[in-house]
């Protein structure tokens, strides 16, 4: 596989340094991509940094996933507004594990092979360093005049920012450029790799290698993300899409790839997922000629969900989608966690009671009219139920004597309430 033409026609090229294509075919290269760890979870907006690194392994390169224990305690001014909160070692230390065991469902780190993944941590050669060691052995390399025409400096000092440029973040590009030196010396890596914003610090990398060793490295950058509507990509209401199933449960992962626009879709198939060009192509044309079936999103969605989650959470992540659409079944609704439950039934009316109500038993009818209201009238509820209108927990009631007790609780706290075929309640146990 060529690897620039891979990511060529996925739209993953924004920016590549003439000779980089040249260079990946002189056989196995290692490349790296940066990553921050201000959380113990990735968001999906790492996911492109993360698809690039897993297509230049699917080449028969060598990946290198770079976490930035000592850039994390700076922070860097690109495309930032403000400067950010900085870290201790140890929280460092934790989130850069949990990293790693998310990046290994992407990056083969066990191989045998040559090409076999690889973590660092800059924090790992940067902590030795003293000051004055770091500002005469790196810093009189690269001029002030050089770092101060990168875009990302100049915006803060343009007064775009109330906040300005402190020391600390103007001398983050000369760090980030260090670590490209020093993979270059210690790991032969010739290419670094990033969103379009980093392209500034990465070229201060390129060109430290040049003047401290007289040698040779690259640049590739992608595209930042944008949504066709001008949102935000990976942003919802509550915050970033995060891969950590306890930040964001498997159900609200796929629902947000399925709900994604058919230009999105479209898009996104080819960045997020390892679908061939062709199986691609054959996918766009259906869906144009059917986007109410929307197999786009669908196919997007199984992908993207599997290759995070695993196939067992896609696919309970499908059969909790269906409870809203009247297919799911009880067995699907007692197996759900509480997070799952209330997402799938997040807007629907809620009526609260008392365990107590329950603990002996209460008779339907009145728990749907006079413990909850959900009916305005005992005549209705009877009426709805009898004509077979009413289900608990997906299970139809007919039997205008059954007994509710607390074995009907969800999670030990709920129980759902379905009038009609859409038409939902949640009560709660309180």
Not at 92 to 100: D, G, S, V, Y
Not at 174 to 187: A, M, N, S
Not at 220 to 234: E, R, S
Request: charged share 25%.
């Amino acid at each position: 596989m060529n690897f620039v033409e891979e990511l060529t026609w996925r739209g993953m090229i924004y920016d590549i340094m003439p000779g980089t294509e040249e260079m990946l075919k002189e056989g196995m290269a290692s490349a790296y991509v940066g990553i921050d760890p201000t959380a113990d979870s990735l968001h999906i907006g790492h996911l492109v940094g993360v698809m690039m690194l897993k297509h230049f392994q699917e080449a028969g390169h060598r990946p290198i996933v770079l976490v930035g224990g000592a850039t994390g305690m700076i922070g860097d001014p690109s495309m930032k507004n403000a400067e950010r909160n900085l870290l201790d070692e140890n929280t460092l230390r934790h989130n850069q594990e949990c990293i790693k065991q998310q990046l290994s469902r992407f990056l083969d780190f066990d191989t045998k092979d040559a090409n076999r993944a690889e973590m660092v941590n800059n924090y790992d050669w940067m902590k030795d360093f003293s000051f004055l060691d770091f500002i005469r052995d790196v810093g009189k390399h690269i001029t002030v005049n050089y770092m101060m025409a990168k875009d990302s400096v100049k915006k803060r000092l343009s007064g775009e920012s109330r906040e300005g440029l402190s020391f600390t973040e103007f001398t983050y590009q000369l760090v980030q450029g260090y670590d490209f030196y020093h993979l270059y010396k210690e790991k032969n890596c010739r290419l670094q790799m990033g969103g379009s914003d980093q392209w500034g610090n990465i070229t201060t990398g390129t060109e430290m290698i040049r003047r401290m060793a007289g040698g040779e490295a690259f640049a590739l950058t992608c595209p930042l993300i944008t949504k066709a509507d001008g949102g935000k990509f990976g942003k919802t209401e509550n915050g970033n899409v995060w891969l950590d199933p306890e930040r964001t449960s498997p159900y609200q992962f796929y629902q947000f790839w399925l709900n994604t626009s058919d230009q999105d879709a479209e898009k996104y198939i080819k960045i997020f997922t390892l679908t061939e060009k062709e199986e691609v192509e054959t996918l766009v044309a259906e869906h144009q000629q059917a986007p109410h079936l929307r197999l786009l999103q669908k196919r997007l969605a199984e992908e993207v969900t599997v290759m995070v989650h695993g196939r067992e959470a896609y696919d309970f992540a499908v059969e909790a989608s269906q409870i809203l659409f009247g297919k799911g079944a009880t067995e699907t609704l007692r197996k759900m966690d509480e997070k799952t439950l209330l997402s799938v039934f997040e807007g629907v009316p809620v009526y609260e009671i008392t365990k107590a109500t329950l603990s002996s038993g209460i008779n339907v009818i009145d728990l749907l009219s006079d413990a909850t209201a959900i009916f305005p009238s005992k005549g209705e509820a009877r009426r709805t139920l009898t004509g077979g209108g009413v289900s608990l927990n997906k299970e139809k009631m007919t039997a205008t004597d059954a007994l509710v007790d607390t074995s009907a609780l969800l999670n030990d706290k709920y129980i759902l309430v379905q009038k009609g075929k859409k038409n939902y309640s949640l009560i709660i146990a309180l």
